[in-house]
């Protein structure tokens, strides 16, 4: 029965310490950028979002966006109007110098979390 434990307890250490190998971080330089523009946006509660924006060779848009203190990855997706970004429970949806914010765990109605963002920059 010891023996067995110890076999357990170090098989699964070894799976803790290098379970992480094979899954190498994501790395956006690896993404071969037709264009990169950065655009700071001012929403209607005042908070600043600087977002930055990738068109790539193969036709795919992708953006970062800060969201609660943490920068996450947005891929552009099928919209009626504007352009409109997922990442998770998460959209950003742009339309001219206009973005907003929304959290679907918010629920269908429910207002964006950040809304009436404001850019300058409109030469995307």
């Given at each position: 029965?010891?023996?067995?434990?110890?076999?357990?307890?170090?098989?699964a250490g070894?799976?803790?310490?290098?379970?992480?190998?094979w899954?190498?971080?994501?790395?956006?330089?690896g993404?071969?950028?037709r264009?990169?523009?950065t655009?700071?946006?001012?929403?209607?509660?005042?908070?600043?979002?600087q977002?930055?924006?990738?068109?790539t060779?193969?036709?795919?848009?992708?953006?970062?966006?800060?969201v609660?203190?943490?920068q996450?990855?947005?891929?552009?997706?099928?919209?009626?109007?504007?352009?409109?970004?997922q990442a998770?429970?998460?959209t950003?949806?742009?339309k001219?110098?206009?973005a907003?914010?929304?959290?679907?765990?918010?629920?269908?109605?429910?207002?964006?979390?950040?809304?009436?963002?404001?850019?300058?920059?409109?030469?995307?």
């Open positions: 029965m010891k023996k067995w434990l110890v076999a357990a307890a170090t098989a070894l799976a803790a310490l290098y379970g992480n190998v899954a190498a971080p994501l790395q956006l330089s993404i071969q950028a264009s990169r523009q655009h700071k946006y001012t929403c209607a509660t005042g908070k600043i979002l977002v930055t924006y990738w068109n060779a193969n036709g795919q848009s992708f953006a970062l966006v800060p609660k203190g943490q996450l990855l947005f891929v552009n997706t099928l919209s009626a109007s504007g352009a409109k970004y998770g429970s998460y950003w949806w742009t001219g110098p206009r907003d914010l929304y959290d679907a765990t918010d629920g269908e109605n429910a207002p964006p979390m950040l809304s009436d963002c404001v850019t300058t920059n409109l030469n995307r």
